[in-house]
Structures are given as C-alpha cells and as structure tokens.
RNA sequence: GCCCCCAUAGCUCAGUGGAUAGAGCGUUGCCCUCCGGAGGCAAAAACCCGCGUUCGAGUCGCGGUGGGGGUACCA
C-alpha cells in the first residue's frame, strides 16, 4: 500500500532530477520517521549527493550549477513534487528527504486494512516456497529441561513466523530413541528398577533413572562392560531388551505428549531414531562401497575424511565418523538417511534445523557428507538455524548427567503459582477456573517470552528470580495491553463505527500507536528472512507500551463523539496487531487477566 | 594449533551504514474524584582497545584484549 505512494514519489523524484539536468536516482532507501509523535517515511539523500559529487569530480557529469549540495539537491524536489493525497507535508532537512504522512489519511488506511484483514493482518502472500523445520529433537529416558525449552519456543515461532511470512511449513520432530543413553538407562532400570512404573510426571522420572544411570555407572568398574554388552543385545534385536525399550520409550513419549500440550506446540511428522538406524548402516556400507567412507574395523571407527575429499589443505570440515569400531551406530549414522529421508518425503526447498550452537560443525559435516555423496542440490537447502545455549548462574551448563536442571514441569508449576497469586491480587472477582485458565496463559508467556526476546547467538542464563518476575519488559506487560484494550472494548455497546476519515488533531501517542501497528507485515517478512523471532518480541513489546501509552492519554469511551469513534477503531486495531503478534510468537493472548 | 560466537548504563538486553544510541531491572522523586495501577511521568547512568573502509561506523574490514564454545568412535 505505501509501497505505490513511495514509487509514485521516486518516480516524480527522479523527474524533477532529469528536468534539471541531474542523474537519475537508482534506487531509494525508505525509512519510517525517527521521531516520535509524527508519523512518515523518510528517504536519505547523502548516498545521492555523494555520488553526484564523486561523478563530477571524475569529470563524468557536468552539473548545471554550483555550488549544489544535498541540501539544495532536496530543496529543489521539495519545491517541485506534487504530493500524493497520503502525505500533508514534506521537508527537506539535514541531507533528508522526510514526508509526513496527512494523520487522518495514514490512520484510516492502517486502521482500515488491520480491522478488515483481523487474524490474518500481517500475514503475507502465498511463495509457493516449502519449508521444513526440525526442532525440539528430545532424547527419550532424559529428563526435559528449560534448555531443551528454547529450542522448541525457538522452533515452534520461527514455523510460525515463516508460516506467516507466506511459506508452506512442515514441522518436523525427531525423537531420539535408541543410543547409548538408551542403553545406560536400560542397564540401569534391570539393575535397580525392574517392575516399577512411572507416576504422574512421567519426564521427571525417565530423566532421575538416567542421572542415577550415569552416577551408578562412575562408582562401578564393571559397569561400562555390562552396558556395552547390552548395547550388542540391543543390537541383535534380542527380544527380552527389546520389549524393556519399547515399554519404556512409550513412557518418555507420553511425557513428551504432556510437554509439547502444555507448551501448545504440534508437529506434522515425526522421525524417530530406531527408524533410521538399520537404514543408516546399511548406508554406512554403501559408502565403503563408494570409496567415500573409510573402513578401519576393528581397530577403528568407520570415517570420511571431508577435507581430503574435498582436496582442502587447510583443516575445515575435518573428519566424521560414521559408525563405531564395534559396528553400533551413532549420530551421523542416523542423520545422514535422515537429511535423505526428508527430501524424498517432503521436497522441501529449505530444510532448516533448529539445533544449538555446538553442533555448528558437525552439521556442515553432514550437509557436506551429502555434497559428497552427490546430492549437492539438496545439501545447498539444508540451513543450521543455530542458537546459543541455556545457562544457569555463574555460566554452569545444564546438564542432564550431571542432574544440574531445571526442569521444565518444576518451572511451569511455580510460574503458575505466582501468577495465580497475582491473579487472585489483581482481579479477585474471577471464577477459579479463569483464574487457573489466566494464570496458564500469563506463566507460559512469562517463561516463552525471555527465549526470544534475546538474539539466537546470545547466551540466556536462566535464574528463578528473573524467570517469575512478571514486571518491565515481559510477556506478561504485552498481555496485559491486550487486556486493557479488550476491556475498553467490551463496554462498547453495539457494533464498532463505520470506517472513515477523522478530522480532529491527534496525539502523538495516537500517531505513534498507528505508526507500529503499520509495522507488522514488514518485520514478519523481516523475522522470516533472518530466522529471528526478536524482531517481533521488539515489535510486540513496542506496541504495548505504545498502546500503554495512549491508554493513559487518551479518553477512548468518554471523549467528543468524533474522536471516541477514531479511538474505538485504533483500540480494536491495536488489540488485534498485539494478539497477531503474540500468537505468532506462541504466547496466549488472555481477555482477562 | 585451527575454527566459531560474545563484549553497549551498576545488572539483563535492544539498536535496517544515517538524524539527539533506546528499554527493562535496580536506585531516587512523583501520579489513582479518570475506560483496570500487572500501569504512567521524571532523574542519574553506556558503545572493550587500536588501525582502516566510508560523505557518515555501536553497526563493515583487519589486528589486539577479555570471556564462552567446537575440534575422530558423546549428543
């Protein structure tokens, strides 16, 4: 919609340049105003002025009259454009060329195509590009803690955000469940647990097995041998250990169910490790065959040496393993007909992985382990959407073997016992039920919001402290704009005025709440093409204070008639960009709270 | 050794090569006869160092310093 008022302009620019004998101007830059209180677009003159005067010194142009700088430049289009109706006014100051939008026209137009678009205002057209996303990759017989949790609030906005932005995503889950953690937790369960079952929380006890697994196994010398032997059973499919994993992998996998509902998150396929482990050695073979792997059985593990291959002196993709000495299967035994697996079954244009940080090489391994095996195509597609891990104080890493976590269920229940304490504080007339129902709603988006309101490559250092308070720049202060404007609403009787054109001066605030409403479909786009959901944490938290704002400003219900019917359309307007943005980023939007 | 990431206010973080570097927490002082105070207003307070590229650098490049991570049979 701007996009045709700022061409209209650029074209007018570039004529008036022309009448004067002036190089045309290739391409524009435009900018929102940086001021706050009036609202425009901007567009910088300086690169213009730079080039022309570099062109002259060469010789290459003759300019009609000197001195011209950037100022006379401006001058010159600020006395010549005829401006399209959208704009009142424009300026030319300090190397600038900066339009000001007419209040009236801007506001209608925003406000306009937000209230007749609702849910959908920010979402962009159709590529026709697929996408598949994988995240959350959760080991079953692991306990699930809150760095596991940034991967999956990652992973679920970007499908999100992407989904937004116009692709057609499929969201895809990886289940770890063979390997030796596996194993360890199997050794462990017939040495000390056999017959016992998990309770409510089923994660909890799967992950307190396995730190006992890894404890038992450092105090007993004789431990690593029995572990190992179970791993060949386990590799020969014998059916006694067989039945123990089945049984006990469904228990992880119904603790994962209970995760990803209290997270709201789904997926559309799901891979699972045991799946692809046969397939993955036989592909082991293949590439033995091929002359790609090398076969150092039995001293040795099976290995590609990428840099060789790929005739590199320099150490830079260095050496994969591919399958252990004693022929069990690890990581990249797997990943490899995975990274297959997907593009047979979904041809997917990108195919991103939401994976932390340190697995950076790794992943360049596979995705070059493929080039290799000549399926460069697809290995051009695949994209590591790194992120960096979850701290605890003091930069001590979480680790599950260690039994250093933070558990995801722990985390959960105390956010949602201070929130249902301030619940109860705030807005003691509410039933039990929406009471419990809010306080869900405010603890998840208290715990979600910190995961990506800071730069994928930032450390988050998780402390509890921080964690539940729901004060300042949180999730909760965006819910509670939306609440605010919820309940202007809802005093509203009858249906919302008609669109028009309101004559009355506003309020900076005003401007500025349209200004950022009117920003949504661009940092959708812009979230999208940099895999990162802070831009819209920024934008969402821009917007509620903005709206906080106005809210304190601006009489809505009991101003002139004119003005109230203006203002009752921005509160709906702004009510939806927020709940639009807040459900992309996964955070519940409460009408009460 | 080689590779990657980080460094902005006391703390935690924003910051499309562009106009006066913004928030939150904490500190200090204010604002409810007013649509919900989980709110608002105000004050003090910052770009690790050096050299370059550029009309213009917190942002790009190179070199330091400090911290973190990766680097053949963990995941």
Redesign the pocket.
């Known amino acids: 919609m701007n996009n045709l008022n700022q061409k209209s302009i650029e074209l007018q620019i570039n004529n008036i340049l022309k009448q004067n004998g002036l190089p045309e101007q290739e391409f524009f830059?435009w900018?929102?105003?940086?001021?706050s209180g009036v609202s425009g677009t901007?567009t910088?003159f300086?690169?213009y002025a730079?080039t022309i005067?570099?062109r002259y010194k060469n010789g290459e142009i003759t300019l009609p009259s000197l001195p011209l700088n950037a100022q006379d430049i401006s001058n010159l289009i600020v006395e010549n454009l005829d401006l399209p109706p959208l704009y009142s006014n424009v300026e030319a100051?300090?190397?600038?060329l900066?339009f000001y939008y007419s209040q009236s026209q801007h506001y209608q137009q925003v406000v306009d195509n937000v209230l007749n678009q609702g849910e959908k205002f920010g979402w962009g057209e159709a590529k026709g590009e697929r996408i598949l996303v994988e995240f959350s990759q959760p080991?079953t017989h692991k306990a699930f803690h809150v760095g596991h949790l940034r991967n999956v609030v990652i992973g679920d906005a970007i499908c999100n955000i992407l989904e937004a932005a116009g692709y057609d995503v499929v969201r895809a889950n990886y289940i770890?469940d063979t390997?030796?953690?596996v194993i360890k937790w199997l050794w462990n369960y017939q040495k000390r647990h056999m017959g016992e079952r998990p309770g409510e929380d089923k994660t909890r006890w799967m992950g307190d097995l396995y730190a006992e697994a890894n404890h038992k196994m450092e105090e007993s010398p004789e431990a690593e041998a029995e572990v190992r032997a179970l791993f060949t059973r386990w590799d020969q499919r014998d059916e006694e250990v067989m039945a123990l994993w089945r049984e006990s992998r469904q228990w992880s996998l119904e603790g994962f169910d209970q995760i990803y509902e209290l997270l709201g998150v789904r997926f559309d396929h799901i891979f699972y490790d045991h799946e692809l482990e046969k397939p993955g050695q036989k592909l082991v073979e293949d590439l033995i065959q091929k002359g790609i792997a090398i076969d150092?059985r039995p001293?040795?593990?099976v290995?590609i040496?990428l840099d060789d291959l790929l005739g590199l002196n320099?150490?830079?993709y260095?050496?994969l393993?591919i399958?252990?000495?004693?022929g069990?299967s690890?990581?990249?035994t797997k990943d490899l007909p995975l990274a297959i697996s997907k593009f047979e079954k979904f041809n997917p244009d990108r195919s991103v992985y939401v994976i932390d940080?340190?697995?950076?090489?790794?992943l360049q391994q596979i995705y070059k382990t493929l080039a290799v095996m000549g399926h460069s195509d697809w290995a051009e597609r695949c994209y590591h959407l790194s992120y960096?891990i979850v701290n605890l104080p003091g930069?001590v890493?979480i680790a599950s073997r260690e039994g250093t976590v933070v558990l995801l269920e722990d985390l959960v229940r105390e956010a949602e016992n201070r929130?249902l304490d301030?619940?109860k504080?705030?807005?003691p007339e509410l039933s039990a039920e929406i009471m419990q129902n809010?306080?869900h709603m405010?603890a998840l988006g208290a715990i979600k919001y910190?995961m990506l309101?800071?730069?994928n490559?930032?450390?988050?250092?998780f402390d509890w402290k921080?964690a539940l308070?729901?004060?300042?720049?949180?999730a909760?202060?965006i819910q509670?704009a939306h609440?605010?404007a919820n309940?202007?609403l809802r005093?509203l009787e009858g249906p919302l005025p008609e669109s028009f054109a309101p004559q009355y001066s506003m309020e900076p605030s005003e401007v500025q709440l349209i200004d950022l409403i009117s920003?949504l479909p661009?940092e959708i786009q812009?979230a999208a093409q940099e895999y990162?959901p802070?831009?819209l944490t920024?934008l969402a938290?821009e917007l509620a204070?903005a709206f906080?704002?106005?809210?304190?400003?601006?009489?809505?219900?009991?101003a002139e008639p004119e003005v109230s019917s203006a203002r009752l359309r921005l509160v709906a307007a702004a009510r939806q960009a927020i709940a639009n943005v807040l459900h992309i980023l996964g955070i519940a939007a409460p009408e009460?709270?």
Request: hydrophobic share 35%; with cysteine; aromatic share 10%.
């Open positions: 830059i900018n929102s105003l940086p001021f901007s910088s300086f690169q730079a005067a570099r100051a300090k190397g600038y900066n080991n770890n390997g030796l953690h150092e001293e040795g593990p290995i040496r320099k150490e830079t260095r050496v393993v399958l252990r000495s004693d069990t690890l990581y990249a940080v340190r697995q950076s090489l790794y960096e930069n890493t929130a301030v619940v504080e705030k807005n809010v306080a405010v910190p309101a800071r730069d490559n930032k450390i988050v250092t921080s308070d729901f004060n300042g720049q949180a909760p202060y509670y609440v605010r309940s202007i005093r920003r661009g812009r990162k802070l831009h920024n938290y204070r906080n704002d106005f809210y304190m400003q601006c009489p809505v219900l009991k009460v709270m």
